[in-house]
């Protein structure tokens, strides 16, 4: 079964400096990984997304992810953290083995930032 | 395009009543699916839908939740009778794909609250 661990429920960084969200994935495959953000009373938003073609990813507003197969990892990371970048990260693989169409959330990590 | 519009955006009810979730899918999108998000277990797939024609529902919780779809501009999470333990934001999205969804475009959420 396809799972993934976000390790930190909240982070909190200072405007202007790096970011890091932590992700570890289980999977009896090659995963198909993916970040999600929720802003505050919005929906989630694709973030980035791996599909095994390259394993430094970009995403949108400055993120980016490296898919690590020795570590089982797929960590977020931004150089600058920006306020506009407080929301909710949601780590995601596809469940190949369940559901078609099954989507497994991480529990999500909050990131703050302050000025 | 509007993206998803779920309604209403607050729900407040006593335990007992029906309560009736709405959401109108991106137009041309395929594939419809029901969330619901909460602190104890994050995000959690209930019901999705490919061609208005429900596929998998084994995330519903029990029998007193049911989803319609009636056409492919318009669906339906219903739960009668509502529980406080049923209180969470329920999360509908949608994804131009019928196959295992990467991307999927979420609405805002509806807050729902038994009391």
């Known amino acids: 079964a396809q799972s993934v661990t976000q390790l930190d429920s909240h982070v909190s960084v200072s405007e202007g400096t790096p970011v890091l969200l932590r992700c570890n994935y289980s999977?009896?495959?090659?995963?198909?990984l993916f970040w999600y953000v929720q802003h505050p009373n919005k929906g989630l938003q694709l973030l980035l997304k791996?599909?095994?073609?390259?394993?430094l990813v970009k995403g949108i507003n400055g993120f980016e992810a490296e898919f690590k197969k020795s570590e089982t990892s797929f960590h977020l990371t931004k150089p600058s953290a920006h306020m506009s970048d407080a929301a909710e990260y949601f780590c995601v693989v596809i469940d190949y083995g369940g559901s078609q169409g099954n989507l497994i959330f991480g529990k999500g990590t909050k990131l703050s930032v302050k000025p | 395009d509007a993206g998803v519009i779920q309604s209403p955006r607050h729900e407040v009810t006593e335990m007992g009543q029906e309560v009736t979730l709405r959401c109108k899918p991106i137009?041309?999108?395929?594939?419809l699916f029901w969330y619901r998000q909460t602190m104890m277990r994050g995000l959690e797939l209930l019901i999705y839908f490919n061609n208005n024609v429900p596929i998998d529902d084994s995330g519903m919780p029990e029998d007193r939740f049911s989803a319609k779809m009636p056409n492919a501009s318009f669906s339906t999470l219903k739960i009668q009778p509502s529980e406080p333990r049923d209180s969470a934001v329920y999360f509908c999205?949608?994804?131009?794909?019928?196959?295992?969804?990467?991307?999927?475009?979420f609405g805002s959420g509806t807050q729902l609250s038994v009391l």
């Open positions: 999205a949608s994804s131009p794909w019928t196959g295992l969804s990467e991307k999927l475009f």
């Open positions: 791996y599909t095994s073609a390259a394993t």
């Open positions: 137009s041309g999108h395929n594939s």
């Open positions: 999977s009896s495959y090659s995963p198909s």
